[in-house]
């Protein structure tokens, strides 16, 4: 049963006293991301990110609101406004904590030209929270409130999915060797290179030039250096970890070789691969 007018106030009133502490984070909701935005509100790497790092992902609907005094709210950004929200649970898309029918949270949000801070009621969010330990009902972001809509929904929900297998693929950490070797044909090369992971799960890429083809490259996530292994399909979780965490240029210290002719040539393979992967895009994260 949501609280009375107030209820309300006295909630948030001890809500904002225990959550507005030193170092709390408080993520304010983008001037972008608002209902006039289009669909793109969230890039398939701001959803990876969000899902990857929030204890919980919740659909709500805010069903009241209330603005804490600026005096209360440290660290409050200028044309910002901060705002105790609470609002229905409509859905629990990913968590390993039960979430009651009801929620409460803090979220900063960008004042209109009026110097007004928005109304919310009634719109629906997806929420990257977690918990607050001993209040039950409390959320604290983690990342931004993102409005909700069916093709948001459908494609955080496909990213949640791909985050729940199994055999996902490591986390990428860098670039630990390199080597490159010509064959026997004139422009014939094979180029490997071997990743690190947070997991420690061995990662290659590999790079493979013959002489009027177009080079081919792919990446084995196993211990076996696969000359067959293929490119990642784009919005998958393996192209991710690449796309999204690769350095820029190999590291100096990774080269196994010393001639500068298969430092040069690894390092046009590397960059042919970062140029495939194409940019990591991130819009709200």
């Given at each position: ?44 790497a701001?959803?990876?990110?969000l899902?990857?790092r ?34 229905k ?7 390993r ?8 949270y ?25 918990p ?64 690190d ?11 493979i ?11 084995s ?8 292994a293929?490119?990642p ?5 393996e192209?991710y ?45």
């Amino acid at each position: 049963m949501l609280p009375s007018a107030r209820n309300m106030r006295l909630l948030k009133a001890c809500f904002t006293a225990a959550i507005l502490i030193p170092g709390a984070a408080v993520f304010a909701q983008d001037s972008s991301v608002s209902e006039t935005t289009p669909t793109m509100v969230a890039s398939y790497a701001d959803l990876v990110g969000l899902a990857e790092r929030a204890p919980m992902v919740a659909l709500v609907e805010v069903v009241d609101q209330a603005q804490v005094e600026n005096a209360r709210a440290p660290g409050l950004e200028p044309g910002h406004a901060r705002l105790y929200l609470e609002a229905k649970t409509t859905a629990l898309l990913a968590g390993r904590t039960p979430i009651g029918e009801s929620v409460a949270y803090l979220v900063d949000v960008p004042l209109d030209s009026k110097e007004k801070a928005p109304k919310l009621k009634k719109q629906r969010f997806i929420l990257f929270a977690a918990p607050v330990s001993g209040r039950p009902g409390a959320l604290q972001l983690v990342g931004p409130q993102l409005p909700a809509s069916p093709d948001l929904e459908a494609r955080l929900r496909g990213v949640i999915a791909q985050l729940a297998q199994p055999d996902r693929p490591p986390m990428v950490e860098g670039v630990r060797d390199v080597i490159s070797v010509p064959g026997n044909l004139a422009g014939e090369s094979e180029t490997q290179m071997f990743v690190d992971t947070s997991s420690g799960a061995p990662v290659s890429l590999s790079v493979i030039r013959r002489p009027g083809q177009p080079p081919q490259w792919g990446v084995s996530w196993s211990e076996i250096v696969d000359q067959a292994a293929s490119a990642p399909e784009p919005e998958t979780i393996e192209w991710y970890r690449l796309a999204c965490s690769l350095p820029r240029e190999l590291p100096e210290g990774a080269f196994l070789q010393n001639d500068r002719e298969s430092i040069a040539r690894a390092r046009e393979d590397y960059a042919f691969i970062l140029d495939q992967l194409g940019p990591c895009i991130r819009i709200v994260e």
